[in-house]
């Protein structure tokens, strides 16, 4: 294999993985700060248990995705030099403001809210952890700000003296188009997955107290634990069905701008080839399944909507939306992707003299990654629409096969859809790092070896493997042992007293 593949493959093995953290850090810290907050208010006792038991599974996954996550800059300059250094300029401010700003108010207010449990006042105390909820998804707005770049890259022009993009407007940057609908869609997404690993985990264990008192009278520790994860269950199924529906919303959004800044995307995502709809014309169906010809170039069978790929595109059922071989023939011709984007304009001699092989994405990968994001969404609404059925009119659930099944299904379901929507909008971004501009053949580094790319991929694969053990081993232990005991927190005021770790 080539440098630049193996390059690929290892960014994109260490991203995913990076990204099985992300979601869960974002929304579960959000979701402590709520029940810790509804704790302050009522000073119900099963509150402050949620509060800790859930802070205890965000602190794992916290802690294993800032590990994780230091990776990927590393490979930044050991496999990527020369996208760096193309992108420099305009990548600097937001990522910049990423470590100086969002993770510096995540980590010093998180450090607080650990081992301040008994050294701040109650409020002081919450207070800490809504600032490192804050911080996370300030993190996420600079990120997403990069990464919207690579997808519309405004903001900037092209300096042919240094053959670097040059920062213009760092507000054109920050308010990306793309970048407006990418961040609430991918917030939403999050607070699916951490509304349904609260969820499935207090329904799991819901399930198992039922078992535990049936055909007897529960004990009061019995009855306070079942109060408990049930209200955490069904809080969890609302926080995921609310969000369910802002990620529908976004991603209409997100689709109309992918199909005016990347129409080549949103044509792979379908495997429509043949352009489709346009008033007077008719209108583009929506694939449900497409079968097409070995070498992505027209399609043999497939099952469709009518009409609904038209509106999904432009929000017109007759809307007319470009396919595969049209664009093809376009962009070989000479087509800039968009002629008013200074970037592409400049760079577009740039492409013709380095040369692109291949203007279409990898057609399977795209079309399928984008169906097994939407469909899994969907599994984990109607897991949170059954499970809200399950426990009306205070009724439990019975420890089954099925039910278990279900509450592990719940979490894995909206985490792994998050996981498929980031492999489609990468891929779908091909044979682009930065879209009409940069061809991912001439970001990697020049000078590093096949061998060298592969042997650090399985170190990193390797140690990563050693990293979910350990991350999955902890949240089993963790969930497993259930709600913690707790004592009304008093604030010390000894100041030659250690610092208790509260975890």
């Known amino acids: 294999m080539t440098p630049d593949s193996l390059a690929r493959w290892q960014f994109g093995i260490t991203t995913v993985y990076h990204f099985f953290f992300v979601p869960i850090t974002i929304a579960l810290s959000m979701l402590v700060a709520i029940l810790q907050t509804i704790w302050l208010r009522t000073g119900a006792e099963h509150h402050l248990k949620l509060t800790k038991f859930f802070g205890k599974l965000f602190l794992i996954n916290f802690a294993m995705g800032v590990v994780t996550g230091i990776v990927q800059e590393f490979q930044f300059g050991m496999n990527w030099s020369e996208y760096s250094r193309f992108v420099g300029d305009i990548f600097g401010a937001p990522l910049a403001l990423e470590a100086l700003l969002a993770f510096f108010l995540e980590s010093v207010f998180l450090g607080l809210w650990i081992f301040g449990w008994d050294r701040l006042p109650k409020k002081l105390h919450v207070m800490c952890i809504w600032l490192a909820a804050i911080g996370t998804m300030l ?205 592409q304009v400049d760079a577009r001699p740039r492409l013709d003299t380095v040369g692109v092989a291949n203007w279409v994405p990898n057609i399977p990968v795209t079309y399928w990654s984008f169906r097994f994001m939407m469909g899994l969404g969907f599994l984990g609404m109607a897991i949170a629409a059954f499970t809200l059925f399950t426990l009306r009119k205070g009724r439990l659930p019975k420890q089954t096969w099925w039910w278990t099944g279900l509450m592990i299904a719940a979490p894995l379901s909206p985490l792994f859809a998050n996981s498929f929507g980031w492999i489609f909008t990468e891929m779908g971004r091909q ?4 879209n009409g501009v940069l061809t991912t053949a001439s970001g990697v580094s020049p000078g590093v070896s096949p061998f060298e790319v592969g042997a650090t991929m399985v170190l990193y694969t390797l140690i990563y493997g050693v990293l979910a053990v350990v991350e999955v081993g902890l949240l089993l232990k963790y969930i497993k042992l259930g709600l913690p005991e707790v004592a009304e927190p008093t604030v010390i005021t000894d100041d030659d007293q250690p610092l208790t770790f509260a975890y």
């Open 139 to 343: 993190s996420s707005i600079f990120i997403l700000a990069a990464n919207s770049w690579m997808q519309n890259p405004v903001g900037a022009h092209y300096n042919p003296v240094t053959d670097r993009a040059e920062m213009t407007d760092f507000a054109a940057v920050l308010f990306n188009p793309v970048a407006l609908v990418t961040l609430p869609h991918v917030l939403f997404g999050a607070y699916m997955t951490a509304g349904a690993l609260v969820m499935g985990v207090s329904g799991w264990h819901l399930a198992k107290l039922n078992t535990a008192i049936a055909g007897g009278e529960p004990t009061a520790a019995q009855q306070g634990e079942v109060k408990a994860h049930r209200f955490a269950t069904k809080f969890g199924a609302w926080v995921l069905l609310a969000a369910s529906v802002g990620t529908i919303v976004s991603g209409d959004l997100q689709g109309k701008i992918m199909t005016e800044v990347q129409p080549m995307k949103m044509a792979a995502a379908e495997a429509l080839y043949t352009s489709e709809g346009g008033p007077g014309i008719g209108c583009a169906d929506f694939s449900v399944l497409t079968i097409g010809t070995l070498d992505g170039s027209k399609e043999l069978w497939s099952f469709k909507v009518p009409c609904l790929l038209s509106f999904l595109a432009t929000g017109t059922w007759d809307g007319h939306v470009e396919g595969i071989n049209d664009l093809r023939a376009d962009f070989e011709a000479g087509r800039i992707v968009n002629p008013d984007n200074p970037l």
């Open 431 to 434: 044979p682009f790092l930065v």
